[in-house]
């Protein structure tokens, strides 16, 4: 069993559903992350959450929508989705070191496998 | 322009002998961390090993340990007396300036496979 756990593993979705992902960390770690992994492309951040406080919205359109309702928990609403947003998400969590030049190990989960019909 | 390239896409390597996965990188700041992860066919990212740009030494973690050249810009990862279970893909990423919490910067990864 892994630290972050992802459900679903598989989601198949029409572009006018609406669907979640969730992520629920195991490690007492203070801040998760959203990833997408498409084919040929290398891993793209998407959202970061430090303390439930969202930090960083990497230039995400917006039928994506991030929710850390506590530091265990990270959700991603998804609605209206396009044929190019089928990829792997993977939700990853750190525990983040304050100040200084101290580097946080991040851990991921086994990531939802996403396609958009 | 990319922040770290890996230029190999694919590798095959002999059961037991070393493999050495090339990753170069472009940073214009001073603190940094440069991390390997392995990612199996089942999709999970595992991390592997880690290196600070402050670091005097090489890190390393068990058969794997990372060559990092700073004034290269060059932080490739080593594993030694490789096994069948050591094929996956293989990714370099960078995260620029320590503390809180900030995404990493992936490369697009090198495909391993070892053979028996």
């Known amino acids: 069993e892994t630290g972050v756990t992802q459900t679903p593993r598989h989601l198949v979705m029409g572009m006018t559903n609406k669907k979640s992902l969730k992520c629920e960390q195991h490690l007492g770690h203070n801040a998760m992350y959203w990833y997408k992994q498409s084919a040929k492309k290398p891993l793209e951040l998407m959202f970061v959450y430090n303390f439930k406080e969202q930090t960083e919205n990497n230039s995400v359109p917006s039928r994506f929508s991030p929710e850390c309702p506590n530091s265990s928990h990270l959700f991603l609403h998804l609605h209206t989705l396009q044929p190019e947003d089928s990829a792997l998400y993977l939700c990853?969590?750190?525990?983040?070191?304050?100040?200084?030049?101290?580097?946080?190990?991040?851990?991921f989960g086994a990531g939802t496998r996403l396609s958009v019909l | 322009a990319q922040k770290i390239t890996q230029t190999q896409p694919g590798m095959f390597v002999q059961e037991k002998e070393a493999v050495t996965l090339d990753c170069t990188y472009d940073t214009s700041d001073q603190s940094y961390g440069l991390f390997w992860y392995k990612q199996p066919s089942s999709g999970e990212m595992i991390f592997l090993i880690y290196?600070?740009?402050?670091?005097?030494q090489n890190a390393t973690e068990g058969r794997y340990s990372l060559n990092f050249q700073k004034a290269r810009k060059s932080a490739n990862l080593v594993i030694s007396a490789s096994q069948l279970g050591d094929s996956a893909m293989y990714f370099c990423?960078?995260?620029?300036?320590?503390?809180?919490?900030?995404?990493?910067?992936f490369g697009k990864g090198t495909h391993l496979i070892i053979q028996p």
């Open positions: 990423a960078m995260r620029e300036s320590g503390g809180g919490a900030d995404g990493l910067t």
């Open positions: 290196q600070g740009s402050y670091d005097e």
């Open positions: 990853a969590s750190s525990q983040a070191v304050a100040g200084g030049h101290g580097w946080d190990i991040q851990y």
